[in-house]
């Protein structure tokens, strides 16, 4: 994927976040990676130039912060125009992702249902776990069959924390590492 990334990127830059950094890729039509360090199916290394001016970077950036600070701001949610890469598939979960409500939840086979492709409950999981733009594209917001916690390529301590944040926790002010720091973060800021 980072050869054909690499094709179409015009910019990458540093975002910095409560749960930690991220990289932040765009092409010349919106932001078209956001991923945190260590993230499954991270792209690695991208040959687009640093460029902490982009103005999809920066947008995103902003609203970004704003969404971690403000609960007035996550029911908004974002606005960054987006340039997702990946198939025709992927790209119609990550659609369907982009229209849930900030705190509402959905099941991989309610995804797939409202896609038109009810046996496609798996084929909408793996979509989901390659979504190049965590947090906008809410994924974190995707539970399992019996509404358990799933898996999240940004880790499952990442996803808790997103939820409790959007469930009305307070955010958290530094970067943790383990589910117990963050429920603690959040739950003393």
Not at 82 to 105: H, P
Request: neutral net charge; aromatic residues 6%.
């Amino acid at each position: 994927m980072t050869n054909q990334l690499d094709d179409v990127l015009v910019a990458q830059a540093r975002v910095d976040t409560p749960l930690g950094a991220m990289t932040a890729a765009a092409t010349t039509r919106g932001l078209a990676g956001l991923w945190f360090d260590g993230q499954r199916h991270h792209p690695g290394v991208l040959a687009a130039p640093v460029d902490d001016d982009n103005r999809f970077i920066v947008q995103a950036r902003q609203e970004l912060a704003a969404w971690f600070a403000d609960g007035a701001a996550r029911r908004c949610g974002f606005t960054v125009p987006l340039d997702a890469q990946g198939t025709a598939f992927q790209r119609g979960v990550w659609a369907r992702l982009s229209m849930l409500a900030c705190g509402e939840r959905a099941r991989y086979g309610e995804i797939a249902r409202a896609l038109g492709r009810p046996e496609a409950a798996r084929a909408v999981g793996a979509a989901i776990g390659r979504n190049p733009i965590s947090v906008i594209v809410p994924c974190h917001r995707v539970l399992g069959h019996d509404g358990a916690l799933t898996g999240y390529a940004g880790g499952l301590d990442r996803k808790q924390a997103l939820l409790a944040l959007e469930a009305g926790a307070a955010p958290a002010r530094s970067a943790v590492s383990t589910a117990d720091e963050m429920t603690e973060a959040l739950a003393s800021a």
